[in-house]
């Protein structure tokens, strides 16, 4: 039913023109085999009418005229940049004209901007069968049904023609008499609002008489269902992770902090992009020094596009030449939520699933979901287990590197003979050896992730197994080395954020070269120079190695151990919060529920 009413009501015209045919007479035509005559149809005549009677003010024919010149320009062959940076200025001042009164004006400012934009679509009628008016929203990204019954339906048949003709000027209040019942009715003043609006997936309705448009919310298209993050999967909390809808992310946050004091500021970046980007904090947390620094940063980004927040966090970053993230990313909103409760300020980008959370610290990137839903000795635990692979994955090849090569005093015995025995025949260096084992390790571990996930799990493993075995048959390669590089590829999986794995993966690489050029004494070198280089790095003014460096006492709670809930009364000073005491005194549990 609600198809029969779109199709027999409501005409739709490309930015060619108005009066194309209908879908269902066209359909019809072509089963008949012949074309049927022509009937004039009233909206359409009245319609026209309206373009042709359209009153164009010396702003809007200026405006008009300057991006049709830049059009024209930039078809010649010199110059391009120039002409295309001319031809951006007159879009934007184009964009800064309002919206006329008359309609044909508007539709005709609308459609130099559309042009040849096949899914933008046009859609005029008569409101109450009189005044004409029109409809302009991107096919595919709107809910047809709520258009058709929300608003057209009631403005085609509101009151007598009369009153359509002599309705007000302000468009929500009209829109509100004659029944359309949409959420969201916003007034758009300007041509750049109703663009804006129109890519954003709303629907624009514009009316001739008025010298504004207004802003539908309708949108309506598909998205990827809420699921657990396959990049951060958890044995124990919840199961839920960001999608590429900005609002789904915003319910997902809004869930878990259901306070008045979680405020959400908007900016949009890329000029051709136009993402849109909201900016999380709790009013009475955060520091407003760490808000203002976020949004100056933010601000500053001019560029064409903003395809994912990753982008967004290369330009935003303290050092950008450090291989170690200044920024958090998460798909999991109860990580975001427990970033916003610590003074943090999260970052969300429409058609993003990563949130990014500032400021960061190295620990908080060593620290996963469970080490806090699981008890405080376990994930104590862990925590450890996790600091112990971080170093062999660091400097675990660097260490047989350099023990073999320089060092073979520190050997037992026994394992010396094994070691040597196992190397008999091997035409080439530990360097080399650990070397050549762990690009192809790197490469069959790349290999996994871009196949396909069934193959691509049976190429790692397969591909690992057989290579190795194949190499030390060959005597290519010595066992040890095997065993080496497998330790350091398991121990590389530990890390709980992706981004930190990959820079202790490619700092593997000259630690191994200092360990086979200049033995233990290279490998102090690389990691006092490590060290060096992250006691000087920030993230947003924060040190990265806060609060080990510098030593913060009451912070050490949650870095070298975790200790229990009821302990961590205050939070952590990262990000300088307004409040520190986060819970209650006596929180500890006894006997019979009560605490001490």
Known sequence: MAQSFWRRLVRETSPAGLNSQSRGSGDRAASAGTQPPSQPDPASTILQEALAQAQFTDEVDSALEGYRSALRALEGRSGTDYRAGVLEKAQEALEQVPVPTSLGAAVAMLKELFAACADVIFRGFLVGGKRPAMLLFVDGMVNEERIELSVLEPL??????????????????????????????????????????????????LVDGVNHAVTLSSRGWKQRAVEEPASESAIRGPREGFVESLRTNTMLIRRRLRSPHLKIERVVLGRRTRTIVDIFYLKDVTSPKLVEEVRRRLTRIDIDGIIDSGMIEELIEDQPTSPFPQVANTERPDRVASALLEGQVVIVADGSPFALSVPTTLWSLLQAGEDYYERYWIGTALRWLRYLFALIALVGPSLYIAITTFHQEMLPTSLLLSIAAAREGIPFPALVEAFTMEVFFEALREAGVRLPRPVGQAVSIVGALVIGQAAVQAGLISAPVVIIVAATGIASFTFPRFNLGVAVRLLRFPMMVLAGSLGLFGIMVGLIALLVHLCALRSFGVPYLKPLAPLTWPDLKDVLVRVPLWLMGSRPDVGEPLNRRRQALGLKPGPGGNGS
């Open 156 to 205: 085609i048949h509101w009151g007598t023609p009369a009153e359509a003709a002599n309705g007000g000027t302000d468009l929500p209040t009209w829109l509100e008499a004659a029944g359309v019942t949409i959420t969201q009715a916003v007034p758009a003043s300007t041509i750049g609002m109703v663009v804006d609006a129109v890519l954003g997936g709303d629907t624009v309705l």
